[in-house]
């Protein structure tokens, strides 16, 4: 819901039934669902390949639904031979990481056998040589140039036709001269924070090769160029398997979140109406973080909301405490931006099943669906939209007829879309990672 879109929350119903149609063992080429939510989506055991190798995009799957046709991009289920799997996640271990940076796993397909080693800037890259059979994945913060040319020569140096690509975390500057001296370097580079004026570029959400929609974006009225812009690039600026955008995730391994969309607490037990727990003064928010304490203030009467401010980054309460316990037990998270517009606390709140409140961005709308949320222009709309968020829950509990609240019906959105998000992602890396690796022909 966008600013402004707040409107019949009393006939926001439960979503229909979800029919799931099961195909057995034969060759998958279309199928129509009906759907409100596409689930699970389990891309590669439940999608078999038509067996053509050479096309440069998969073949469609269309499910439709009744907000319009969500198109799945079709994958092989083959899984590839032992040598052709081989993954190294090289891990920048300067500053903040290794230990903040276990993430990449996660997002990959199951079919990669991948290991974990780190090195500090460019003088560990030698460790990196003594297996030339595997690919290799760079998960770095700075020094960039050097990298590049790392990954430049490394092909001629081994004697390998083994891929280098790149996950270039912290980037919430946008430097613009290592982003154009050095991507097209790698065979494929991740990233997080996003922009849709990306230097000459395409940036791809990632999830949109798999489970795009032909519905134009407000950001682009050209659908297919948003959503399935073609791989192999042609732009020599870019790499040959393109720059993908990620969301950023949680701060803290999944161990304390690992929950399904449908096991989310319903918001009309959640006793803490609004909830945020962060640093007051953080470089670059540019007051957004005063902005929403002065509007939520403004209608405190209405929200009781509970915000704390601490002195440091991630300082508050232990990840237990604050997921399973300040997070389930709150109907909506407050998600003001912090060093950049993008923050890992979104990520957090659509896990745990709040209702994410926060400000109008163009990434909120760059994936193949737009981020559930209370969502506006500023921090005064979007203390408004809240208050009447609430209202309206209170009504519905008090109504013996009515079955789910507004704001029930869009925590289960967030907490829907935070999983078919993640699937959309997986499916995504096995293609790019597929052609990337060689397993599938780029001719």
């Known amino acids: 819901m966008t600013a402004g879109s707040y409107a019949n929350l009393s006939s926001h119903s439960p979503k229909s039934s979800v029919l799931w149609a099961f195909i057995g063992i034969a060759i998958l080429t279309s199928v129509n669902v009906n759907v409100e939510h596409f689930r699970r989506l389990h891309l590669y055991n439940n999608f078999n390949h038509d067996g053509d190798n050479s096309s440069d995009q998969p073949p469609i799957i269309q ?3 009744s907000s319009g046709m969500i198109q799945l991009q079709q994958h092989t289920t083959d899984t590839p031979p032992l040598q052709q799997s081989l993954l190294t996640i090289a891990v920048d271990h300067y500053v903040s990481c290794p230990d903040k940076c276990i ?10 056998r991948y290991r974990y080693v780190d090195f500090e800037n460019e003088n560990g890259l030698s460790l990196l040589d003594t297996d030339p059979s595997s690919h290799l ?3 770095v913060r700075t020094n960039i140039i050097k990298l590049a040319e790392y990954a430049e020569q490394r092909r001629a140096r081994l004697k390998t036709n083994t891929s280098v690509g790149m996950w270039h975390m912290a980037d919430e500057r946008f430097c613009q001269g290592e982003i154009e001296n050095t991507y097209h370097k790698f065979d ?3 990233r997080h924070y996003y922009r849709s004026d990306f230097f000459g570029m395409k940036l791809r959400a990632m999830g949109n090769i798999t489970c795009s929609s032909s519905t134009p974006n407000s950001i682009d009225d050209n659908s297919t160029t948003l959503y399935n812009p073609p791989l192999p690039t042609t732009n020599p600026k870019e790499p040959k398997w393109g720059i993908h955008w990620l969301h950023l995730d949680a701060h803290t391994p999944t161990v304390h979140m690992s929950r399904s969309a449908t096991s989310i607490w319903p918001t009309y037990k959640r006793p803490t109406n609004c909830s945020f727990i962060g640093r007051k003064d953080v470089k670059r928010s540019v007051g957004e973080r005063q902005q929403m304490q002065d509007a939520i203030a403004a209608r405190q009467s209405d929200l009781n909301c509970t915000i704390e401010m601490t002195n440091s980054f991630a300082s508050g309460e232990e990840p237990f405490q604050y997921y399973n316990q300040r997070l389930a037990s709150t109907k909506i998270g407050l998600s003001p931006r912090g060093s950049a517009i993008e923050t890992h606390r979104l990520a957090e709140i659509l896990r745990m ?7 109008d961005e163009e990434y909120v709308h760059a994936t193949f669906r737009s981020v559930p949320g209370i969502i506006g222009a500023n921090w005064t709309s979007i203390a408004d939209q809240m208050v009447e968020y609430l209202a309206n829950e209170k009504a519905a509990a008090s109504s013996p007829s009515s079955s ?9 959105e967030a907490a829907q879309f ?3 998000l993640h699937d959309c992602v ?3 890396m096995d293609y790019i990672l597929r052609r990337a690796f060689g397993i599938i022909s780029s001719d």
Do not use: I
């Open 353 to 359: 099943g709040s209702v994410p409140a926060l400000k």
């Open 418 to 420: 935070s999983q078919d």
């Open 426 to 428: 997986v499916a995504d």
């Open 137 to 139: 994945l760079l998960l």
């Open 103 to 112: 993430f990449v796993h996660q997002n990959l397909p199951p079919w990669v």
């Open 63 to 65: 499910l439709e639904s």
């Open 188 to 190: 494929y580079v991740l």
């Open 404 to 412: 789910s609240s507004a704001l029930q019906t869009l925590a289960q």
